[in-house]
């Protein structure tokens, strides 16, 4: 089976930065991706990483090690409307995502 | 608004009914997925259809029955389920070429079983 680990809940006020982790032992892998999902809305996709490194997007970046097995999203410069649940996802075949079970992030003022 | 449209919205149903979900995609995605996502608990992977081809079950129990017509749409139909199979259904679309394409996600299902 597939293992994704990431923690449940994190508290940051606007306008810092959150650091979200997410570690991983799956039986392949062929990229990493994390979404964003608003209560009672879609998962949207945020990023995708297949190569060791950081991808930037925005106020938003995503880091890889595939030989840590370990990922994370950076969220900077925070706005109350990045309160949402995130969600690391490990591609580990053609087409089958295994999600973490995510974490909810609170943004306060 | 992601290109995925998912109806109804919202469902509940008795053990003894029988319902249909459904899912259309407008992206011109050729895989198609239900996933279940119950509360504090990671998405599951129920079924992946990949040009109308179902090429995943993931030990989903019978009541459960998908059914792929097309590319574009993508049904889940219910029958005698539990209480426990109460959750957010989601569907979601990709193009699957070289691998490493997102998913898009519909808004869901909330499922209700009395």
């Known amino acids: 089976g597939q293992n994704i680990d990431q923690p449940t809940e994190m508290t940051a006020t606007e306008g810092a930065i959150v650091q979200i982790n997410c570690t991983y032992q799956?039986?392949?892998?062929?990229?990493l991706f994390w979404y964003q999902q608003h209560a009672g809305e879609a998962p949207t996709f945020l990023s995708y990483?297949?190569?060791?490194g950081l991808e930037e997007k925005g106020r938003f970046s995503s880091f890889l090690s595939r030989s840590k097995g370990y990922s994370y999203l950076l969220l900077k410069e925070l706005q109350m409307k990045d309160s949402a649940s995130y969600l690391c996802a490990v591609r580990d075949g053609d087409y089958k995502l295994s999600f973490g079970a995510g974490t909810t992030v609170t943004v306060r003022a | 608004e992601t290109g995925v449209t998912q109806t109804p919205r919202h469902l509940v149903m008795g053990m003894t009914n029988k319902k249909s979900l459904k899912c259309e995609q407008h992206?011109?995605?050729?895989?198609m997925y239900w996933y279940k996502q119950s509360a504090k608990k990671p998405l599951e992977l129920m079924f992946v259809?990949?040009?109308?081809?179902?090429?995943e079950n993931n030990s989903v129990p019978s009541r459960f029955s998908p059914e792929c017509p097309n590319s574009s749409h993508l049904f889940l139909h219910l029958h005698t389920l539990q209480p426990e199979d109460s959750a957010l259904y989601l569907c979601a679309s990709s193009q699957e070429i070289a691998g490493g394409h997102e998913q898009y996600f519909g808004p869901g299902t909330r499922l209700t079983v009395t």
């Open positions: 990483n297949v190569l060791d």
């Open positions: 992206l011109g995605h050729n895989a």
């Open positions: 259809y990949n040009f109308k081809e179902q090429t």
């Open positions: 799956t039986s392949g892998f062929n990229g």
